[in-house]
């Protein structure tokens, strides 16, 4: 069976829902991909935080659309893993309890308007990179979630940089705001690709699964070879003395990402992890009544179906 598996997946074979696959393989699909969903609602947050004081209509509706893919990028990536016979509640559990993570990003605060074009520019940015070659993931429903998410996400990271490009063609005050965004937002960013490959436990296995296609160093470079010559246009600087090109190596080297910070978020304690999680369980807590109402409505439905089905004897 795990040779007939590995065939297909070198073949470029796609696992589907009911094919045989190793339980571990099964198992860290579902902590990724649910992971990923985890991230994509509780990333509501931080930019929900903004609908209400963005500076134009134009601007609030775009942020509000894009809040609103977010959430539906959380449902697909949520009926995926599904597929692999985990329930939502059992999910939602995993993520309230802690057991479950989600992107360490989301656990920093929005203070200015500023941070919606950071966000929009380097954390969707740093998710386009990391998710364009999940498209291409061995397992068939979470690559094809990841074509439409994709498409948005890509529409996200344009609106976010066209929010820094208006602020730097504005006041040296918008320009500084743009910047002190970047500099705050930037180093965060760089963690989202996870830990460097020699501390990543996960990677090796997943590379030879197909199910992660490049390992996180070397999505964590693409994003900075990218973002380099992209801040350019903006006129700003990315907060990194050692940031140079490197004629030899035809990429963009840069500084020591700090470790022991990634970790400390990652484990909980991060500015704004217990915020995130409370916010995640008052709305769970607050979305009893409609979890109840649509289980007695579809008991309802089958039981009129039945009586339908089995007219009763005259
Ligand atoms: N934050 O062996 P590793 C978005 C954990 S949403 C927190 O490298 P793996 C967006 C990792 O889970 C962004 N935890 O793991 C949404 C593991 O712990 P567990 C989310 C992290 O899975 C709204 C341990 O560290 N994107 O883009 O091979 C608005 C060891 O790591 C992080 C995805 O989820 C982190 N940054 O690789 C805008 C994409 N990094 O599980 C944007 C799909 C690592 O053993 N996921 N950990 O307890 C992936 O590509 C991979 O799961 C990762 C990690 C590259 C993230």
């Known amino acids: 069976m795990d040779a007939r598996f590995m065939d ?10 009911k094919d045989w696959m190793p339980d571990k393989y099964r198992q860290t699909l579902i902590r990724q991909i ?29 942020l509000l659309a894009k809040v609103q893919d977010e959430a539906g990028h959380g449902l697909y ?11 939502r509640d059992e999910m939602t559990e995993q993520l309230l309890s802690g057991k479950a993570k989600y992107s360490s990003i989301f656990n920093y605060p ?14 969707d940015g740093a998710a386009i990179i990391n998710q364009v070659p999940l498209c291409r993931t061995s397992y068939g429903p979470y690559a094809r979630a990841m074509v439409r998410i994709c498409k948005e996400e890509s529409f996200h990271q344009r ?39 020699d501390a990543s436990p996960h990677t090796a296995q997943s590379v ?23 801040v350019k246009t903006l006129g700003l600087q990315l907060p990194d003395p050692d940031l140079k090109y490197n004629e030899q190596t035809g990429h963009y080297d840069f500084g020591v990402i700090n470790w022991q910070q990634f970790w400390q978020v990652v484990n909980g304690n991060g500015p704004c992890n217990k915020e995130r999680l409370e916010a995640r369980q008052k709305a769970w807590n607050d979305g009893a009544w409609v979890r109840e109402a649509a289980v007695a409505y579809a008991t309802k439905r089958k039981e009129q179906e039945q009586s339908i089905a089995k007219p009763a004897a005259a």
């Open 8 to 17: 297909k997946i070198n073949k470029e074979i796609k696992i589907e829902p």
């Open 34 to 62: 649910s992971q990923h969903a985890h991230s994509e609602i509780v990333g509501m947050l931080p930019e929900g935080n903004w609908i209400t004081r963005a500076p134009t209509l134009k601007r609030k509706a775009i």
């Open 77 to 87: 990536l949520y009926s995926a893993t599904e597929t692999l016979g985990i329930s």
């Open 110 to 123: 929005t203070l200015t308007w500023a941070d919606i074009g950071a966000i929009g520019w380097l954390v």
């Open 159 to 197: 609106q976010g940089f066209d929010i820094l490009l208006t602020l730097c063609r504005g006041t040296q005050q918008q320009r500084n705001m743009a910047q002190d965004a970047i500099n705050r937002w930037w180093w965060p960013s760089l963690m989202m690709f996870g830990p460097p490959d």
């Open 208 to 230: 030879q699964w197909k199910i992660k296609r490049f390992t996180n160093d070397e999505l964590r470079q693409k994003f900075v070879d990218i973002c380099a010559v992209q």
